[in-house]
């Protein structure tokens, strides 16, 4: 049966996640603050609905991947306490997915802002 005070409680539980995250974590903080400045860059430029979604969803993709990265890195730090390879391994392969998101989403930047850029200077 649905239990509408749990569906709430979780939500709690997740707003908790993610201002750990936010506070806890240099490198969302440097996810946010370019977000930040790449939307009000899209405002200005005046980009297409289409173009928003397709910065929005980018955005949204390198902030997640980055939190999953650092659930990975706090569940190897909790059971790991020495070195191990098996532990680098992991947190290097996590590090590495927030690596290929993030150039994709340089990718995608280039994409929908560079014909707007080119035709600011026409």
Do not use: C, W
Not at 17 to 32: D, E, P, T
Not at 40 to 64: D, H, N, P, R
Not at 88 to 111: C, E, N, R, W, Y
């Amino acid at each position: 049966m649905f239990n509408l005070s749990r569906f709430f409680k979780s939500f709690h539980y997740a707003s908790q996640g993610i201002s750990f995250a936010i506070k806890n974590n240099q490198n969302i903080k440097v996810h946010l603050i370019i977000a930040v400045i790449v939307i009000i860059l899209a405002l200005l430029l005046g980009l297409t609905k289409f173009e928003l979604f397709a910065i929005g969803i980018t955005i949204v993709l390198v902030i997640s991947v980055e939190m999953i990265n650092s659930a990975i890195e706090e569940v190897v730090n909790l059971l790991v306490n020495e070195h191990r390879q098996e532990a680098k391994i992991a947190k290097d392969v996590s590090a590495g997915m927030v690596l290929i998101v993030s150039l994709f989403a340089v990718v995608v930047g280039f994409f929908v802002f560079l014909p707007h850029i080119i035709n600011l200077f026409r």
